[in-house]
């Protein structure tokens, strides 16, 4: 090779390293109860940093899903093909309970140990996490129908992947979607149209749905307006004599990231469906489901922010300018530090949320009503601040983070999904407070919550003192929602941080976010944080 192409200064290609190894992650796992899952977490974790993994990832989002509508000799099939390696990353994430498992395991700390792994495989690809969640989230609501669960929970909660159209009960394992949203409501789900018509025990549902999330799932839960008003139905893609559901494709989504997943507008044309809870009451019924995604939205969010942020400090540790290692460099140790607390502070939150949601699952009637208000409030701003903290994160890398080959791309792409999934931000911000006027214990609940950090820091009291007056100020108070629900989640996170994190990160956080004014950007930390103790619990 010539001496031109001699390479030096280059930063080593980032694989071979345990994902796992993460102290925020760790510490939540264990203090949620969960630490008997951390064997099991630290395989995944090896995989996930695995060269092969990492190629899995790559090549599912280099090959899409493709759509395939009719047969060679004009026979409608509506199948969707994938990838081969999409297969790969959906048998691993199955066979490690990240879809309904814990729903089938009464160990406590089950939903922990799953939303750890979550965490922890999304980092491979974010994509094919959207029928992963799901199925997840899907138990909640087809319990509502004690006779479909009993029929489909046990194959949802199966760990084996078992892809293609066939009818369900003769499955291993089923995955389950959902279809809301359609083309004159959006969010507004109660101005659906399509209909739903009795038949016998089913429904004949027609209608044409804008978003359905992962269409190649055995079975979906979809809202339609039935003789008693909206109402959720279950719908299987293949009906039980074998036949297939008249629920037709009509193209794939051709979105700005989540390339791997397939995202598709389907039309019901008389499908069959199966009611699940009672007429009129569909969006109660629902919304258990989309209370548990936002989970997931959370923790995914978490994810985007801890796979930018080691490849942030991965590359400043290896690249050098002007002299000195990046890391070395003070405004770069800045902006790694900012990074690295917006990491730790929705990781350790989104433990504190799962856990509840063991707890909730559990009985726990006290954890439910703070998971109301507290997912709410955590989902508008974690899912926020993740397509921020892709964008610095990408450009600590320089050009080479704009290039394809770095993976930040992809990830760039990818970050704004969890705050659009199942409402945009306002819809977030506005079904907090809505939790705040019909669950008036969800607001004791919380405060109880960050109480327990009182007088440990004067700066999250003062912001906790300023949070009360907010709330104490009704006028003018959806227009102002935004700012408050930021609040909430900030000083949500601040009294995790004090009560568990370590001091450096608490303190960071507390100065940055809770006092004073943060900045427009990342690398706006005050003079006198410990960013070195910040920087040494980043593998």
């Given at each position: 090779m010539p001496a031109t192409h001699e390479v030096t200064n280059q930063v080593p290609v980032l694989t071979g390293h345990d994902v796992s190894d993460d102290p925020a992650l760790l510490e939540g796992l264990r203090r949620e109860g969960a630490g008997w899952a951390e064997p099991e977490l630290r395989?995944?974790?090896?995989?996930?940093g695995s060269e092969q993994a990492q190629e899995w990832g790559r090549l599912a989002n280099e090959n899409p899903p493709v759509l395939r509508t009719h047969d060679t000799v004009g026979n409608r099939i509506?199948?969707?093909?994938?990838h081969p390696h999409w297969h790969e990353l959906m048998r691993t994430a199955l066979a490690n309970g990240l879809h309904a498992a814990p729903w089938a395991d009464d160990r406590p700390g089950t939903h922990v140990a799953?939303?750890?792994?979550?965490?922890?495989w999304s980092q491979v690809e974010a994509g094919h996490g959207c029928p992963v969640s799901m199925t997840?989230?899907?138990?909640?609501?087809?319990?509502?129908?004690?006779?479909?669960a009993a029929r489909f929970e046990p194959l949802l909660a199966s760990p084996d992947y078992d892809p293609g159209l066939r009818e369900p009960s003769g499955k291993r394992g089923l995955l389950a979607g959902m279809s809301m949203t359609e083309k004159q409501g959006g969010s507004d789900v109660r101005a659906n149209t399509t209909t739903a018509v009795p038949h016998g025990s089913e429904y004949l549902l027609t209608g044409?749905?804008?978003?359905?999330?992962?269409?190649?799932?055995?079975?979906?839960?979809t809202l339609a307006q039935a003789p008693g008003g909206l109402s959720c139905f279950l719908l299987p893609r293949v009906l039980p004599d074998g036949s297939r559901n008249r629920m037709h494709i009509q193209r794939l989504k051709d979105k700005l990231g989540n390339k791997s997943n397939a995202s598709a507008e389907l039309e019901y044309d008389g499908a069959v469906g199966w009611l699940v809870g009672e007429e009129g009451r569909g969006v109660r019924?629902?919304?258990?489901?989309?209370?548990?995604?936002?989970?997931?939205c959370v923790t995914g969010s978490a994810a985007a922010m801890r796979y930018g942020l080691v490849r942030?400090?991965?590359h400043a540790r290896h690249r050098h300018a002007f002299g000195a290692a990046?890391?070395?460099?003070p405004l770069m140790t800045n902006v790694l530090a900012d990074l690295a607390i917006e990491s730790e502070a929705a990781t350790t939150v989104a433990m504190r949320l799962a856990g509840a949601t063991d707890r909730a699952a559990a009985g726990d009637e006290r954890e439910a009503t703070l998971r109301r208000l507290a997912l709410a409030a955590t989902k508008y701003w974690v899912c926020k601040r993740a397509p921020v903290h892709a964008g610095e994160a990408l450009e600590c890398l320089g050009g080479n983070g704009y290039i394809e080959d770095s993976g930040m791309p992809r990830l760039y792409r990818e970050a704004p999904l969890s705050s659009i999934w199942e409402g945009s931000g306002n819809v977030a911000a506005l079904d907090t407070l809505r939790a705040m006027v019909k669950q008036p214990d969800s607001v004791e609940a919380y405060f109880a919550e960050v109480d327990l950090a009182a007088g440990a820091d004067a700066r999250l009291d003062d912001a906790v003192a300023g949070l009360r007056k907010e709330f104490a100020d009704v006028d003018g108070i959806e227009f102002r929602a935004r700012r408050i629900v930021e609040t909430l989640a900030l000083v949500l996170q601040g009294s995790l941080l004090v009560r568990h994190g370590t001091a450096a990160v608490a303190d960071a956080f507390c100065a940055s976010r809770l006092a004073g004014d943060h900045g427009g950007a990342f690398g706006t930390l005050p003079s006198g944080v410990d960013t070195r103790a910040i920087l040494d619990r980043v593998a």
């Amino acid at each position: 090779m010539p001496a031109t192409h001699e390479v030096t200064n280059q930063v080593p290609v980032l694989t071979g390293h345990d994902v796992s190894d993460d102290p925020a992650l760790l510490e939540g796992l264990r203090r949620e109860g969960a630490g008997w899952a951390e064997p099991e977490l630290r395989e995944l974790g090896r995989l996930a940093g695995s060269e092969q993994a990492q190629e899995w990832g790559r090549l599912a989002n280099e090959n899409p899903p493709v759509l395939r509508t009719h047969d060679t000799v004009g026979n409608r099939i509506d199948e969707v093909e994938f990838h081969p390696h999409w297969h790969e990353l959906m048998r691993t994430a199955l066979a490690n309970g990240l879809h309904a498992a814990p729903w089938a395991d009464d160990r406590p700390g089950t939903h922990v140990a799953r939303a750890a792994k979550f965490l922890v495989w999304s980092q491979v690809e974010a994509g094919h996490g959207c029928p992963v969640s799901m199925t997840y989230a899907a138990v909640p609501a087809l319990r509502h129908s004690p006779e479909l669960a009993a029929r489909f929970e046990p194959l949802l909660a199966s760990p084996d992947y078992d892809p293609g159209l066939r009818e369900p009960s003769g499955k291993r394992g089923l995955l389950a979607g959902m279809s809301m949203t359609e083309k004159q409501g959006g969010s507004d789900v109660r101005a659906n149209t399509t209909t739903a018509v009795p038949h016998g025990s089913e429904y004949l549902l027609t209608g044409h749905k804008w978003f359905t999330s992962a269409p190649m799932c055995d079975m979906f839960l979809t809202l339609a307006q039935a003789p008693g008003g909206l109402s959720c139905f279950l719908l299987p893609r293949v009906l039980p004599d074998g036949s297939r559901n008249r629920m037709h494709i009509q193209r794939l989504k051709d979105k700005l990231g989540n390339k791997s997943n397939a995202s598709a507008e389907l039309e019901y044309d008389g499908a069959v469906g199966w009611l699940v809870g009672e007429e009129g009451r569909g969006v109660r019924t629902i919304i258990d489901m989309v209370n548990m995604t936002r989970l997931d939205c959370v923790t995914g969010s978490a994810a985007a922010m801890r796979y930018g942020l080691v490849r942030a400090v991965h590359h400043a540790r290896h690249r050098h300018a002007f002299g000195a290692a990046l890391i070395d460099q003070p405004l770069m140790t800045n902006v790694l530090a900012d990074l690295a607390i917006e990491s730790e502070a929705a990781t350790t939150v989104a433990m504190r949320l799962a856990g509840a949601t063991d707890r909730a699952a559990a009985g726990d009637e006290r954890e439910a009503t703070l998971r109301r208000l507290a997912l709410a409030a955590t989902k508008y701003w974690v899912c926020k601040r993740a397509p921020v903290h892709a964008g610095e994160a990408l450009e600590c890398l320089g050009g080479n983070g704009y290039i394809e080959d770095s993976g930040m791309p992809r990830l760039y792409r990818e970050a704004p999904l969890s705050s659009i999934w199942e409402g945009s931000g306002n819809v977030a911000a506005l079904d907090t407070l809505r939790a705040m006027v019909k669950q008036p214990d969800s607001v004791e609940a919380y405060f109880a919550e960050v109480d327990l950090a009182a007088g440990a820091d004067a700066r999250l009291d003062d912001a906790v003192a300023g949070l009360r007056k907010e709330f104490a100020d009704v006028d003018g108070i959806e227009f102002r929602a935004r700012r408050i629900v930021e609040t909430l989640a900030l000083v949500l996170q601040g009294s995790l941080l004090v009560r568990h994190g370590t001091a450096a990160v608490a303190d960071a956080f507390c100065a940055s976010r809770l006092a004073g004014d943060h900045g427009g950007a990342f690398g706006t930390l005050p003079s006198g944080v410990d960013t070195r103790a910040i920087l040494d619990r980043v593998a």
